[in-house]
């Protein structure tokens, strides 16, 4: 019974990345590479908002990392491979699989798994949604005729700046994941008795 629903869930899901993309090759005679921006982007937004609003914090950290491989995606459509491929490694490879090792670490075993606090939600559904009104304002006011195609980065100009101009930001970054691996292990191997 439980496989029929997931297969029905993976085709509403299929249903509502797809259908943009359709939307922008069919009706608004775009390219490719148009409906497949279209199609990442939903998929982003989709899982963006299963992250918070889902109760099960294992699940909100899955949809983390299909939030965090759409916009790899859109890294790969806009030309910026190595942008992508570090998007992959250290957000997916590291910062969400860290997320989740914290998360099941540090739970109680005994308790629940659900969260059980989501207070903030008025405040963050009226942030949400000054911060959209902002972005649409910023995204209306643009000149998008100068961005006719897509920029390739090269991976040597961008090594030189990354550790040429920019190692003090790369290195202190190093630093404060050091010392977050630190923190979330000394969090989970702490004695239950001790305050």
Do not use: H
Request: glycine fraction near 8%; hydrophobic fraction near 65%; charged fraction near 10%.
């Amino acid at each position: 019974m439980r496989a029929w629903l997931y297969l029905i869930a993976a085709a509403v899901a299929g249903g509502i990345v797809t259908t943009p993309a359709l939307f922008v090759l069919i009706l608004l005679k775009g390219t490719f590479t148009d409906a497949l921006v279209a199609s990442l982007a939903t998929l982003m937004l989709a899982s963006g908002i299963a992250v918070v609003t889902m109760r099960d914090i294992i699940r909100c950290g899955l949809a983390m990392i299909v939030c965090f491989l759409a916009l790899a995606g859109l890294y790969v459509t806009l030309g910026a491979a190595m942008v992508a491929a570090a998007q992959v490694i250290v957000y997916i490879g590291a910062i969400s699989v860290l997320i989740l090792f914290a998360i099941m670490l540090t739970q109680d075993k005994i308790g629940s798994n659900r969260l059980v606090f989501q207070t903030q939600a008025a405040p963050a559904a009226v942030a949400a949604i000054i911060i959209a009104v902002l972005v649409a304002l910023a995204a209306a006011g643009t000149n998008w005729g100068a961005v006719g195609e897509a920029v390739r980065t090269a991976t040597g100009d961008l090594a030189k700046l990354l550790f040429g101009n920019y190692v003090l930001a790369f290195e202190a970054v190093s630093v404060l994941l050091l010392a977050a691996v630190i923190g979330g292990v000394f969090l989970a191997k702490r004695e239950k008795d001790v305050p």
